[in-house]
């Protein structure tokens, strides 16, 4: 048995999140309300470019709101990427819509913008481009090919609101960027997320949509006499609440300090692993948001490195098995394998170490070295 335990992931909520959260539990409003309200403000601001933001509750639930306010449904073809979490494409199908997996760059893991192109159809509606790992995807060509053929772009951004890529953040580019705050992203409150919009006509109606379809959320009728409100168009349960708000504006405060805490951890980690012939490190260009450190290992020693890790106490995961390879999307889609050929091998190799921003040097360290250990032994 291990003596020495590293976790995968250790979140930093503490002190500022508990005083946040007392002067809400102290206020009027837990769900949404005035902090949802300050949070959206906040990161606006932070993303700039005259984008709005709007609180949702989950990541998945901000894509299904998203593709439902672009009309995408029943009959739509929406191109997404193979390496990613099964949100991305379940959001696409609970929209009523079918998901067609276009490949990736084997070097970045990320959607190939000429693999995009080919997958086009008449049917195509949109496109969902994942900043995996916290590196963002090439939008400068997905913008072009969306505007080439009238497509919608989305951006997955689970993987963090502080990357950027040709001078351009989550939200720049695409027609809607996506951000998740579940428990171990760079920022969280247990669950929750926003949608980063630049038309203010469509984030009216995603506000609308994350309550119902009502014409007024609690906070609005609040105050005053009793207002009445309508209900505009079939909508859905999926706000933030000021409860996840409260804790999540002191971490958008310390959300690059903590992204370049994980920049050094990770420029530690490449520098004991650069040299290891069984190691192919993920290639980045741009500002990374170092949301996971992954890395590539030869496909017959993944599941033996991963448990040789695991008995040494060391925390890891797989981000991601590439996601025609799971049971329901391979019965779904059939086998994908030989048209989807990088993102296969990617998610077959793929390994993620622990990584988180007051991780010890000292524990990346003991990771890199236990990684080496395992890959001459297996
Ligand atoms: C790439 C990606 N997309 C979407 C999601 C879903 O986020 P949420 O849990 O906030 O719905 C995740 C969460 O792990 C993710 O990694």
């Known amino acids: 048995m291990a003596t020495r335990k590293v976790e995968f992931y250790r979140h930093t909520v503490g002190a500022d999140e508990l005083a946040s959260l007392k002067q809400t539990v ?26 709005e933001a709007v609180g949702v509750s989950s990541c998945t639930v901000g894509l299904f709101l998203t593709l439902r306010a672009f009309d995408i ?34 070097r970045t893991g990320l959607l190939d913008p000429a693999e995009v192109e080919k997958a086009i159809t008449p049917k195509t509606r949109a496109i969902i481009a994942v900043h995996l790992y916290g590196q963002m995807s090439d939008m400068r060509a997905l913008r072009g090919i969306a505007d080439r053929h009238g497509l919608f772009l989305l951006e997955d951004s689970a993987h963090g609101i ?72 079939l909508g859905y ?24 805490a994980r920049q050094c951890l990770v420029e530690r980690y490449e520098g004991l692993l650069r040299d290891e012939p069984a190691v192919q490190l993920v290639e980045r260009s741009g500002r990374s948001t170092h949301h996971i450190f992954a890395l590539l290992v030869p496909v017959e020693q993944r599941d033996r490195v991963l448990r040789g890790l695991g008995e040494r106490g060391i925390g890891c ?12 999307y391979r019965e779904r889609l059939g086998d994908q394998n030989e048209r989807l050929p990088s ?8 390994i993620s170490l622990p990584l988180w921003p007051e991780m010890p040097e000292d524990d990346v ?14």
């Open 237 to 260: 349960k999926g706000a933030l609440t000021d409860v996840e708000a409260a804790m999540l504006l002191p971490q958008l405060a310390r959300v690059d300090a903590q992204r370049n």
């Open 317 to 328: 995961a797989v981000n991601y098995n590439a996601v025609h390879t799971l049971r329901y």
């Open 365 to 378: 360290d003991y990771v890199a070295q236990a990684l080496l250990a395992e890959l001459s032994e297996s």
């Open 73 to 106: 449904g029943a009959g739509d073809e929406v191109i997404c990427t193979p390496m990613t979490f099964v949100a991305t494409t379940n959001a696409v199908i609970h929209a009523g819509a079918t998901p067609v997996l276009a490949d990736i760059d084997p």
């Open 26 to 51: 102290d206020s009027l409003f837990l769900t949404l309300g005035p902090r949802v309200r300050e949070l959206e403000g906040a990161l606006a601001d932070y993303v700039g470019g005259g984008v």
């Open 162 to 233: 502080e990357g950027m890529r040709d001078g351009y953040r989550a939200g720049h580019l695409g027609d809607a960027a996506v951000l998740s705050f579940y428990a171990t992203k760079t920022m969280t409150s247990g669950d929750g997320g926003a949608i980063l919009v630049r038309d203010p006509e469509c984030a009216a109606r995603l506000r609308i949509l994350r309550n119902h379809g009502m014409s007024k959320d609690a906070a609005a009728r609040h105050g005053g006499t009793y207002q009445h409100w309508d209900m505009l168009e």
């Open 343 to 350: 993102a296969t091998d990617f998610g077959r190799r793929t």
